[in-house]
C-alpha cells in the first residue's frame, strides 16, 4: 500500500528511464508535474520521501535474503547432523530406515537451494522491486536536477560580506552537496550512494570549476578598467581565488565526513566499492590546488612590473665601498628601509584580500621573481671587501622580512646569493670583485685586483 498511497499524494514526475535518459544534464528545462512546474520547496521534502522509500526496501529485501540464508543454512546443518562420518563409513547391514534418513537429508537441501533460488529471481523480477528501481532512477535524476538548480541559485545569490575574504557561494554549494550525500546515505542503497557521488564529483570537477575560472577571466578584464590607485582594485579576483582555495579543502573534508558516515551503514564490499567511489573526490581536489596554484603564478607574473621600482632602488646602490663610506652606510643605511617599505605597499592589498594560504603561495612566487632579479644585478656590481660586508647585512635583511611574513623556508630561494657572499669573504681583504661567469648550481667568481 506505500507505493500507491505516496504515488496517489505525492507530486512525483512519472518519467520512464528512457525519458530521464533523453533529458540533458546542463538543461534549464523544469521538472513538470501534471503540466506543471513542481515547486522548489516541494523538491526536498519529496527527495526526502523517495530515500526513505528506497530505505524501507532495502531493509525488506534483506530481510528476505536473510531469511532465505537461515532456511538454506538450517538444511545443511540439519543434513550434516543425520550424515555418518567419513571415517566411519555406514556398514552393508545398515537398516534401510537410516539409508531413507540420509537421502531424505540430501533432498531436503536441494529444495531449499532450489527454493531460495527461486524466490530470489522471483523477488528480483517481482513488479514491486521494478516499481521500486524506477523510483530509483527518478531518484536520482531529481537529486541531479536539484543540485544544478541550487547551483545557479548559489551563483544568483552570490555576495561578499566586509568581513569575509570569501563569498557566500562555497558554503551554499557545499551545504546542498553534503546535504544530498546524507541524503543518499539514508537510503541505504549501494548503487544510490554511488549514483549521487558521482553526480556530486561531475558537478564539482565540471561545472563548479568552469564557474570559477568565467568568474576569473570576468574580474581579471574588469581589474584591467580599474584605476591602480584604487584601494579595491583586484578584489573580486582575490576573492574568487580564496573561493577555489577554500572549495579545495571542502572537498577534502566533504570525502571525510563521508566516509565517516559510510562506516555507520555499510559494511564488507557495498563499504570498499563506496570507498572506491568518494576517492575519486580527491583527484578533484588536486585539480582545483593545481588550479589556483596556476592563477596564482599567473597573478605574480601581472605584478611583477610593480617589482620594477623596487629593483631600481637596489640598481642604484654601490658596494665598491671605501672603510668611509661603509661607516657612513653604517651610521645611515637608506636602502633597506626604502627597498622594504615600497615592497610592503605592493604586498598590501593581496595581504588584506587573500586568505593566509593564497598570500603565502603568491608571496612564494614574487620572492622567486624578486631573487632572480637580484641576482641578475648583484652579478653586475663590483664589490670590495666592505662592500661584500654590506651585501650581506643587506641580504639578510631582505631574508629576515620574508622570514617574518610566512612560515615557509625561504632561505633555499637566496641559496645563490648567500654563495655570492661566501666567495667574496673566501679572498682576500682590499679586493674589489666582479663577477663574470655563473654556472648552475654553484658560482664562478673571478677577483680582479684594482
Do not use: W
Amino acid at each position: 500500500m506505500t507505493i500507491p498511497f505516496f504515488y496517489a499524494h505525492r507530486p512525483l514526475p512519472l518519467l520512464s528511464a528512457a525519458e530521464i535518459s533523453k533529458r540533458e544534464r546542463y538543461s534549464e528545462q523544469p521538472v513538470l508535474v501534471h503540466g506543471r512546474e513542481m515547486d522548489v520547496s516541494v523538491f526536498s521534502i519529496l527527495l526526502h520521501s523517495l530515500a526513505l522509500i528506497a530505505q524501507r526496501y532495502e531493509l525488506f529485501r534483506r530481510f528476505v535474503h536473510s531469511k532465505l540464508d537461515t532456511a538454506k543454512n538450517g538444511a545443511k546443518k540439519n543434513a550434516k547432523l543425520h550424515t555418518p562420518d567419513s571415517t566411519s563409513p555406514l556398514p552393508p547391514s545398515s537398516p534401510s530406515s537410516y539409508r531413507l534418513i540420509f537421502a531424505g537429508s540430501a533432498r531436503e537441501v536441494e529444495e531449499v537451494e532450489a527454493l531460495t533460488k527461486e524466490i530470489t529471481e522471483s523477488f528480483s523480477k517481482s513488479l514491486f522491486t521494478e516499481t521500486v528501481l524506477l523510483m530509483l532512477q527518478q531518484y536520482n535524476f531529481m537529486e541531479e536536477h536539484h543540485i544544478m538548480q541550487s547551483l545557479r541559485r548559489a551563483v544568483k545569490m552570490n555576495h561578499t560580506t566586509p568581513d569575509s575574504k570569501t563569498s557566500t557561494i562555497v558554503d551554499n554549494v557545499f551545504f546542498v552537496l553534503q546535504e544530498c550525500m546524507r541524503r543518499a546515505l539514508s537510503s541505504g542503497n549501494m548503487n544510490v550512494v554511488c549514483a549521487i557521488a558521482n553526480i556530486i564529483k561531475d558537478t564539482l570537477s565540471d561545472d563548479f570549476k568552469k564557474y570559477l575560472v568565467d568568474e576569473l577571466q570576468e574580474n581579471a578584464s574588469q581589474e584591467e578598467d580599474e584605476d591602480e590607485g584604487d584601494e579595491g582594485r583586484g578584489k573580486g579576483l582575490m576573492v574568487v581565488l580564496n573561493n577555489m582555495e577554500v572549495s579545495g579543502q571542502y572537498i577534502v573534508k566533504l570525502r571525510q565526513v563521508i566516509e565517516e558516515e559510510v562506516k555507520n551503514v555499510f559494511q564488507d564490499r557495498s563499504l570498499d566499492t563506496i570507498r572506491d567511489v568518494i576517492s575519486d573526490l580527491n583527484n578533484t581536489a588536486k585539480s582545483f590546488e593545481e588550479l589556483l596554484r596556476l592563477h596564482l603564478e599567473q597573478l605574480s607574473s601581472t605584478v611583477e612590473p610593480s617589482v620594477r621600482p623596487v629593483m631600481q632602488v637596489f640598481a642604484t646602490v654601490s658596494y665598491d665601498l671605501s672603510e668611509e663610506q661603509f661607516a657612513e652606510r653604517g651610521a645611515e643605511d637608506t636602502f633597506i628601509p626604502l627597498f622594504l617599505e615600497r615592497f610592503s605597499t605592493m604586498l598590501r592589498p593581496f595581504e588584506k584580500y587573500l586568505t593566509t594560504t593564497n598570500f603565502e603561495h603568491l608571496l612564494h612566487f614574487l620572492m622567486v621573481g624578486l631573487v632572480k632579479k637580484l641576482e641578475a644585478n648583484a652579478l653586475k656590481k663590483k664589490y670590495s671587501h666592505l662592500g661584500g660586508m654590506q651585501f650581506d647585512k643587506d641580504l639578510r635583511a631582505i631574508i629576515s622580512y620574508f622570514s617574518a611574513r610566512t612560515p615557509r623556508p625561504v632561505r633555499v630561494e637566496f641559496a645563490r646569493l648567500l654563495q655570492v657572499c661566501c666567495e667574496i669573504f673566501s679572498r682576500r681583504r682590499y679586493v674589489r670583485y666582479s663577477f663574470k661567469h655563473v654556472f648552475l648550481p654553484r658560482l664562478d667568481l673571478n677577483a680582479t685586483r684594482t
